[in-house]
C-alpha cells in the first residue's frame, strides 16, 4: 500500500484515490494484494493520494501562545524533519493535536483576511503561507497516523478517534475556503501568471480542481450549473463529467457533504480497525507434527517462535512445536502453499475469506455505507458516480480504464485456464481423486512448479538475508540515480528496535533520509507494505545556509524476521515488495521540485504513481543487480547458476491467473464505485460473484466475504482507483523495456538511461504532467505490449 500520501486528507493528496477524501487518514503508497496468495494479504494500504499529496508538510506564522506553550512539552509537535517517535504516546494525541487546530484556525483566519484585501494576490502572499499551514498539519497528523499503522494500541485508537472529527473539520475548512479558492482563481486569471513555472502553474490549476471536487461550491446559494462545455464546472475547472445534471446548491449541501466526509472518515477508522482486529483474533495452536507435514523450516521456526510469545507455551521449539498459525502473511503464505494437512489449509483459508466479516468486527454494514456516502457525495459535487469524482484527478477516464481491463482480462483468461488445467491434472497424477477446492489450487501449483522448474521458494530464502538485499538494492540506486545511501542510526528517533535510518547522499551531500521498518509485528503493525512521506522538499523551510528542506520517507514493510541468531531470510515476494517500496521513496527523496507542494509524489496523479514502485521490481530478475546480493547469508556462497536459470525460467509461471487477479479486483471496484446501488436488493457479495463469471476461472465460494477486508479502497486510496496498479504497470514495463532495448550488460547505456529516468520520472514529481514526464523519458506515449511481453501474455497469429 506508495502510502503515496495524502495523510492530511487534506483534501485528497498522495497515493492516491481520486479525489482525496477529506475524511481519510494518512494514505501511504501500498503494494497491490499479492495475487498468488488464495486470499488478500491483512491489510494492503500501500496508499497515496492525488489530494493527500498536495498538502502537507510546516507552520505558518508566529504560533499563539497555547500552541507556543503545547511544543514545549508536547514531542508530537517538534518542528524538526524527524518526529520523536519514540517520545510521542496516546496521551499527547488530543491536547497535541486540538492546541495545533486552534492555532492554525487562527492563521487561516489571517490568511484569508489578509488575501481578501490584495487587489492582486500573488504566490508569495497565498501559496506560501498555505503551504506552513498545510505542512504544519500535515506533520503532526501523519506521526499520528504512522504510529497507529505501526504501533497500534486501544489507547491510540481512542485518541484518534476523539481528536479526528476535529483535523477533519479543519481539513474541510481549507478544501472549501471561498477566498483561496478567489486568490488561486486569481494567479490563474492575473498578469503574473505567465511569470509561473511550469510546477507552479500546474498546481494552480489542479488547487482550483481540487478546491471544486473538496465542495467550494457548495457554499453559493442558487448557484446555477450549466451543461457541457459552457458549464460551471467545464468552464471553470475543465474537470467533471460531460452529462452533469445542472442543480442550484443550497447551503445545506454543503453542510450535508461536510457530514458525509466526516463519516467516511470515522468509517475508514473502523473498518481499518476491524480487520486488523479481524486479523489477531485468528490464532491456530498445533500440536502434532503430522499436521504440519510439508511445511518448511523457516515456517516452522516462525510459528514456533511465535507460539513462544504465548502464555503456556514459552518452551515451543520448531522441531518438537506446539506451532501458531494467524492470518499474518509471512506465517499464512506457507500453510497455503506447503502444508499437506487440506483440512489446516482449509481452516486457514475460510479464516482468511471471512475475517472482518461477522460479530462485532462486521464489516459488511460499513461497505454498505460508505459506497452510499460516496455515491451521495458524487451527486452533491455534480458527477454520476464516485467512479467519476475519482477519474477527475486522474490520468484515464472510467471508459479508458475499465477499457484497459477488459483488454488485459481478454489476454489473461484463456491463459488462467490453461494454469487450473495444468494444476488440475497435475494433482490428478499425484492420485488425487476429488475436485480440487479453492484451498488446494495453490498448494498443487506450488509443487508443479517445483516438479516444473526443480525451484523451491525455500531454496531461494538462504541467498536472501536482509542485509545482503538492502546491499545490492542501494548498489542498484547509486548504478541507476547517482546515489549512495549509508546507515545513519542512531540519528534520528525510531518507534520500534528493528527500525533502520539511513542517508542518501548525492554529490556527497546529503540528499534525504529514510526509515525502513521491515518485520512483521502481527499483535501491532498493520498488514500490507507501504511507503510514506515523513516531510517533503521544500525551499520555503531551508535551514539556513540551504536551498531547501531535505525530504524524509519511511518504508514499512511485513517480511518474515529474524529467527533465532539467524538473520532475515527473505522470499523472493519480500525481495520484490522491498524494491517496489524503494521505488516508490525514491520519487519522494530523489525530487529536483523545489516548490512543497508538487515535489516528490505530491501532486502525481494517483494512476501513474506506482510506474517508479513496478519499475524497481523488474531489476530482480536482472542478473547483474541479482548477483550483488544473491550470496548464502553463511558462506558469502552466490546463488548457484541452475537457481537463477530456474528463477527465470518461473518468471511468468501461472502470470495468465496472476494477472486475471488483479484485474478481478480492479474491475470489482469499479463496478461498486460506478455502476452498483446500494440498498437496492443486491448485496455488494453477489455483485462480487456476478464481476467473477466474466474474471474468475474457478468461482470465489459463495461464503468469500474478501470484500470485508478489501482495505485499499475502504480504509485506503484506491476507491475506484485500484486500477491503477496496472494502468501504471503498463507504464513501468515500457520504462524497463528501454533498458531492455539498449541492452543490459550494457553498463554504459544503463547508467545513461538510469540517469534519464531520474532526472524526469523521479526529478519532476507533481510538477508536470505525468504523460509529458514520460514522453520526455521515452520519447513517445505508452505501450501496453512490454507488459504483455513480460507476463508472456502476447497473443500470437
Same mark, same amino acid.
Given at each position: 500500500?506508495?502510502?503515496?500520501? *495524502?495523510?492530511?486528507?487534506?483534501?485528497?493528496?498522495?497515493?492516491?484515490?481520486?479525489?482525496?477524501?477529506?475524511?481519510?487518514?494518512?494514505?501511504?503508497?501500498?503494494?497491490?494484494?499479492?495475487?498468488? =496468495?488464495?486470499?488478500?494479504?491483512?491489510?494492503?494500504?500501500?496508499?497515496?493520494?492525488?489530494?493527500?499529496?498536495?498538502?502537507?508538510?510546516?507552520?505558518?506564522?508566529?504560533?499563539?501562545?497555547?500552541?507556543?506553550?503545547? @511544543?514545549?512539552?508536547?514531542?508530537?509537535?517538534?518542528?524538526?524533519?524527524?518526529?520523536?517517535?519514540?517520545?510521542?504516546?496516546?496521551?499527547?494525541?488530543?491536547?497535541?493535536?486540538?492546541?495545533?487546530?486552534?492555532?492554525?484556525?487562527?492563521?487561516?483566519?489571517?490568511?484569508?483576511?489578509?488575501?481578501?484585501?490584495?487587489?492582486?494576490? $500573488?504566490?508569495?502572499?497565498?501559496?506560501?503561507?498555505?503551504?506552513?499551514?498545510? /505542512?504544519?498539519?500535515?506533520?503532526?497528523?501523519?506521526?499520528? =497516523?504512522?504510529?497507529?499503522?505501526?504501533?497500534? $494500541? !486501544?489507547? %491510540?485508537?481512542?485518541?484518534? #478517534?476523539?481528536?479526528?472529527?476535529?483535523?477533519?473539520?479543519?481539513?474541510?475548512?481549507?478544501?472549501?475556503?471561498? !477566498?483561496?479558492? /478567489?486568490?488561486?482563481?486569481?494567479?490563474?486569471?492575473?498578469?503574473?501568471?505567465?511569470?509561473?513555472?511550469?510546477?507552479?502553474?500546474?498546481?494552480?490549476?489542479?488547487?482550483?480542481?481540487?478546491?471544486?471536487?473538496?465542495?467550494?461550491?457548495?457554499?453559493?446559494?442558487?448557484?446555477?450549473?450549466?451543461?457541457?462545455?459552457?458549464?460551471?464546472?467545464?468552464?471553470?475547472?475543465?474537470?467533471?463529467?460531460? =452529462?452533469?445534471?445542472?442543480?442550484?446548491?443550497?447551503?445545506?449541501?454543503?453542510?450535508?457533504?461536510?457530514?458525509?466526509?466526516?463519516?467516511?472518515?470515522?468509517?475508514?477508522?473502523?473498518?481499518?480497525?476491524?480487520?486488523?482486529?479481524?486479523?489477531?483474533?485468528?490464532?491456530?495452536?498445533?500440536?502434532?507434527?503430522? #499436521?504440519?507435514?510439508?511445511?518448511?523450516?523457516?515456517?516452522?521456526?516462525?510459528?514456533?517462535?511465535?507460539?513462544?510469545?504465548?502464555?503456556?507455551?514459552?518452551?515451543?521449539?520448531?522441531?518438537?512445536?506446539?506451532?501458531?498459525?494467524?492470518?499474518?502473511?509471512?506465517?499464512?503464505?506457507?500453510? *497455503?502453499?506447503?502444508?499437506?494437512?487440506?483440512?489446516?489449509?482449509?481452516?486457514?483459508?475460510?479464516?482468511?475469506?471471512?475475517?472482518?466479516?461477522?460479530?462485532?468486527?462486521?464489516? $459488511?454494514?460499513?461497505?454498505?455505507?460508505?459506497?452510499?456516502?460516496?455515491?451521495?457525495?458524487?451527486?452533491?459535487?455534480?458527477?454520476?458516480?464516485?467512479?467519476?469524482?475519482?477519474?477527475?484527478?486522474?490520468?484515464? @477516464?472510467?471508459?479508458?480504464?475499465?477499457?484497459?481491463?477488459?483488454?488485459?482480462?481478454?489476454?489473461?483468461?484463456?491463459?488462467?485456464?490453461?494454469?487450473?488445467?495444468?494444476?488440475?491434472?497435475?494433482?490428478?497424477?499425484?492420485?488425487?481423486?476429488?475436485?480440487?477446492?479453492?484451498?488446494?489450487?495453490?498448494?498443487?501449483?506450488?509443487?508443479?512448479?517445483?516438479?516444473?522448474?526443480?525451484?523451491?521458494?525455500?531454496?531461494?530464502?538462504?541467498?536472501?538475508?536482509?542485509?545482503?538485499?538492502?546491499?545490492?538494492?542501494?548498489?542498484?540506486?547509486?548504478?541507476?540515480?547517482?546515489?549512495?545511501?549509508?546507515?545513519?542510526?542512531?540519528?534520528?528517533?525510531?518507534?520500534? #528496535?528493528?527500525?533502520?535510518?539511513?542517508?542518501?547522499?548525492?554529490?556527497?551531500?546529503?540528499?534525504?533520509?529514510?526509515?525502513?521498518?521491515?518485520?512483521?509485528?502481527?499483535?501491532?503493525?498493520?498488514?500490507?507494505?507501504? *511507503?510514506?512521506?515523513?516531510?517533503?522538499? =521544500?525551499?520555503?523551510?531551508?535551514?539556513?545556509?540551504?536551498?531547501?528542506?531535505?525530504?524524509?520517507?519511511?518504508?514499512?514493510?511485513?517480511?518474515?524476521?529474524?529467527?533465532?541468531?539467524?538473520?532475515?531470510?527473505? $522470499?523472493?515476494?519480500?525481495?520484490?515488495?522491498?524494491?517496489?517500496?524503494?521505488?516508490?521513496?525514491?520519487?519522494?527523496?530523489?525530487?529536483?521540485?523545489?516548490?512543497?507542494?508538487?515535489?516528490?509524489?505530491?501532486?502525481?496523479?494517483? /494512476?501513474?504513481?506506482?510506474?517508479?514502485?513496478?519499475?524497481?521490481?523488474?531489476?530482480?530478475?536482472?542478473?547483474? @543487480?541479482?548477483?550483488?546480493?544473491?550470496?548464502?547469508?553463511?558462506?558469502?556462497?552466490?546463488?548457484?547458476?541452475?537457481?537463477?536459470?530456474?528463477?527465470?525460467?518461473?518468471?511468468?509461471?501461472?502470470?495468465?491467473?496472476?494477472?486475471?487477479?488483479?484485474?478481478?479486483?480492479?474491475?470489482?471496484?469499479?463496478?461498486?464505485?460506478?455502476?452498483?446501488?446500494?440498498?437496492?436488493?443486491?448485496?455488494?457479495?453477489?455483485?462480487?460473484?456476478?464481476?467473477?463469471?466474466?474474471?474468475?476461472? *474457478?468461482? !470465489?465460494?459463495?461464503?468469500?466475504?474478501? %470484500?470485508?477486508?478489501?482495505?485499499?479502497?475502504?480504509?485506503?486510496?484506491?476507491?475506484?482507483?485500484?486500477?491503477?496498479?496496472?494502468?501504471?504497470?503498463?507504464?513501468?514495463?515500457?520504462?524497463?523495456?528501454?533498458?531492455?532495448?539498449?541492452?543490459?550488460?550494457?553498463?554504459?547505456?544503463?547508467?545513461?538511461?538510469?540517469?534519464?529516468?531520474?532526472? @524526469?520520472?523521479?526529478?519532476?514529481?507533481?510538477?508536470?504532467?505525468?504523460?509529458?514526464?514520460?514522453?520526455?523519458?521515452?520519447?513517445?506515449?505508452?505501450?501496453?505490449?512490454?507488459?504483455?511481453?513480460?507476463?508472456?501474455?502476447?497473443?500470437?497469429?
Amino acid at each position: 500500500m506508495v502510502n503515496l500520501v *495524502m495523510r492530511l486528507a487534506v483534501r485528497s493528496v498522495l497515493k492516491r484515490v481520486a479525489p482525496f477524501d477529506t475524511t481519510r487518514l494518512l494514505t501511504p503508497l501500498v503494494r497491490p494484494i499479492n495475487p498468488r =496468495s488464495a486470499a488478500p494479504c491483512s491489510s494492503f494500504t500501500r496508499i497515496r493520494h492525488r489530494h493527500s499529496k498536495s498538502r502537507q508538510c510546516v507552520a505558518m506564522a508566529a504560533p499563539s501562545h497555547a500552541a507556543a506553550g503545547a @511544543t514545549l512539552t508536547n514531542p508530537l509537535l517538534t518542528d524538526s524533519p524527524f518526529p520523536a517517535y519514540a517520545d510521542v504516546k496516546a496521551e499527547h494525541v488530543v491536547p497535541g493535536i486540538s492546541a495545533l487546530l486552534a492555532d492554525l484556525h487562527a492563521q487561516l483566519d489571517a490568511l484569508e483576511r489578509s488575501i481578501s484585501e490584495q487587489s492582486e494576490p $500573488t504566490w508569495a502572499t497565498v501559496v506560501e503561507p498555505l503551504e506552513r499551514i498545510v /505542512d504544519k498539519i500535515s506533520r503532526a497528523w501523519g506521526t499520528v =497516523s504512522h504510529l497507529k499503522a505501526v504501533r497500534d $494500541t !486501544p489507547e %491510540l485508537r481512542k485518541a484518534v #478517534e476523539e481528536v479526528q472529527p476535529e483535523r477533519v473539520k479543519f481539513s474541510l475548512r481549507l478544501s472549501q475556503s471561498k !477566498p483561496l479558492y /478567489d486568490a488561486f482563481l486569481a494567479l490563474k486569471e492575473g498578469p503574473g501568471w505567465t511569470q509561473l513555472s511550469e510546477a507552479q502553474q500546474r498546481l494552480v490549476e489542479c488547487e482550483l480542481r481540487d478546491f471544486k471536487l473538496g465542495g467550494v461550491g457548495l457554499e453559493v446559494s442558487e448557484r446555477r450549473l450549466r451543461l457541457r462545455g459552457s458549464g460551471f464546472w467545464r468552464q471553470e475547472l475543465a474537470v467533471g463529467p460531460t =452529462s452533469m445534471v445542472a442543480l442550484p446548491l443550497q447551503g445545506p449541501a454543503k453542510e450535508r457533504y461536510n457530514e458525509i466526509q466526516q463519516k467516511l472518515s470515522s468509517l475508514a477508522t473502523s473498518f481499518s480497525n476491524n480487520v486488523l482486529d479481524g486479523t489477531k483474533r485468528f490464532k491456530r495452536v498445533v500440536t502434532s507434527k503430522e #499436521e504440519v507435514d510439508g511445511l518448511p523450516e523457516s515456517a516452522l521456526a516462525l510459528a514456533a517462535q511465535q507460539a513462544s510469545k504465548e502464555e503456556g507455551l514459552e518452551g515451543a521449539t520448531p522441531e518438537d512445536g506446539p506451532w501458531l498459525f494467524t492470518l499474518d502473511f509471512p506465517l499464512y503464505a506457507p500453510v *497455503m502453499a506447503h502444508a499437506k494437512s487440506r483440512s489446516l489449509r482449509e481452516e486457514v483459508y475460510r479464516a482468511s475469506i471471512t475475517r472482518a466479516s461477522a460479530g462485532d468486527i462486521d464489516n $459488511t454494514p460499513i461497505i454498505e455505507e460508505v459506497l452510499a456516502l460516496r455515491q451521495e457525495k458524487a451527486k452533491l459535487l455534480g458527477f454520476s458516480s464516485f467512479a467519476e469524482v475519482s477519474m477527475a484527478s486522474k490520468m484515464a @477516464t472510467l471508459q479508458t480504464a475499465e477499457d484497459l481491463l477488459e483488454q488485459l482480462r481478454g489476454a489473461s483468461f484463456e491463459a488462467a485456464k490453461r494454469d487450473l488445467e495444468d494444476v488440475q491434472a497435475f494433482a490428478a497424477e499425484q492420485g488425487v481423486t476429488e475436485p480440487l477446492k479453492q484451498w488446494d489450487v495453490g498448494f498443487w501449483a506450488e509443487r508443479l512448479k517445483e516438479a516444473k522448474y526443480a525451484l523451491e521458494e525455500e531454496q531461494l530464502r538462504p541467498y536472501f538475508s536482509l542485509p545482503f538485499v538492502l546491499e545490492g538494492l542501494f548498489g542498484l540506486a547509486s548504478r541507476l540515480f547517482d546515489v549512495e545511501i549509508v546507515p545513519a542510526d542512531g540519528q534520528a528517533p525510531v518507534w520500534h #528496535e528493528d527500525v533502520r535510518f539511513f542517508m542518501v547522499k548525492k554529490g556527497g551531500r546529503p540528499k534525504a533520509y529514510f526509515y525502513l521498518d521491515p518485520y512483521s509485528r502481527p499483535a501491532e503493525k498493520r498488514g500490507g507494505a507501504w *511507503m510514506d512521506e515523513v516531510c517533503g522538499q =521544500s525551499r520555503l523551510f531551508a535551514a539556513e545556509g540551504d536551498s531547501v528542506r531535505l525530504p524524509v520517507a519511511h518504508m514499512v514493510c511485513n517480511q518474515t524476521p529474524p529467527v533465532g541468531a539467524k538473520p532475515s531470510l527473505m $522470499t523472493f515476494r519480500e525481495v520484490e515488495t522491498l524494491f517496489h517500496e524503494f521505488g516508490h521513496a525514491a520519487q519522494h527523496m530523489l525530487t529536483e521540485q523545489e516548490e512543497g507542494l508538487v515535489a516528490g509524489i505530491r501532486n502525481v496523479e494517483w /494512476d501513474s504513481v506506482e510506474l517508479p514502485s513496478q519499475f524497481m521490481e523488474n531489476w530482480c530478475y536482472d542478473r547483474k @543487480t541479482l548477483y550483488s546480493f544473491a550470496r548464502h547469508h553463511e558462506t558469502g556462497e552466490p546463488l548457484p547458476e541452475e537457481l537463477y536459470e530456474r528463477l527465470l525460467a518461473a518468471r511468468t509461471y501461472r502470470s495468465g491467473s496472476m494477472t486475471l487477479r488483479q484485474v478481478h479486483f480492479a474491475m470489482v471496484d469499479l463496478e461498486l464505485h460506478a455502476r452498483f446501488k446500494p440498498g437496492q436488493g443486491e448485496s455488494v457479495f453477489e455483485r462480487d460473484q456476478a464481476v467473477a463469471k466474466r474474471t474468475a476461472v *474457478m468461482p !470465489p465460494l459463495k461464503e468469500d466475504r474478501f %470484500l470485508c477486508s478489501f482495505s485499499h479502497i475502504f480504509a485506503g486510496g484506491y476507491s475506484a482507483g485500484y486500477y491503477s496498479y496496472k494502468w501504471a504497470e503498463v507504464l513501468s514495463a515500457d520504462a524497463f523495456a528501454a533498458f531492455e532495448e539498449a541492452g543490459l550488460e550494457d553498463e554504459a547505456a544503463v547508467a545513461e538511461i538510469g540517469h534519464r529516468f531520474a532526472a @524526469t520520472v523521479l526529478a519532476l514529481g507533481g510538477g508536470r504532467a505525468p504523460e509529458l514526464v514520460f514522453q520526455d523519458f521515452r520519447g513517445r506515449g505508452p505501450s501496453v505490449e512490454p507488459l504483455l511481453r513480460h507476463s508472456n501474455l502476447v497473443v500470437t497469429a
